[in-house]
């Protein structure tokens, strides 16, 4: 019985050395840096730069006729009263319209 755990041992033994011979080990490399992104990714186009059609920072009432919510509201968003929204006045907006969906639905309290 000895024996052959002996033999059954020393085959083991030979089989894993035989085994680690025959892979080799993994070639490391030293000094290689990975891809670094140099732009930014590019970000998603925003509901306003999507309204502002013609690309002139600001929506004007025409370009507003895509929504009608956003037609029957417009004076009351255009707080400066200048006939156009805004970046900042059309980024208030949502921000209410957040606020307001976040309340209705009793979120985060």
């Known amino acids: 019985m000895k024996s052959a755990a002996l033999t059954l041992a020393s085959m083991l033994c030979v089989s894993t050395i035989a085994f ?7 070639e490391v490399v030293k000094d290689v840096q990975p891809e670094v992104m140099t732009q930014e990714a590019p970000k998603a186009t925003s509901i306003f730069e999507k309204l502002d059609e013609n690309k002139d920072g600001k929506v004007s009432p025409q370009e507003a006729q895509v929504s009608p919510a956003l037609v029957k509201g417009f ?3 255009d707080a400066n009263k200048d006939g156009f929204l805004s970046p900042d006045e059309f980024s208030q907006l ?5 606020t307001s969906y976040v309340a209705s639905k009793k979120l985060f309290v």
């Open 94 to 98: 949502q921000v209410e319209a957040t």
């Open 75 to 77: 004076n009351k968003i």
């Open 20 to 26: 680690a011979e025959e892979t080799k080990p993994a």
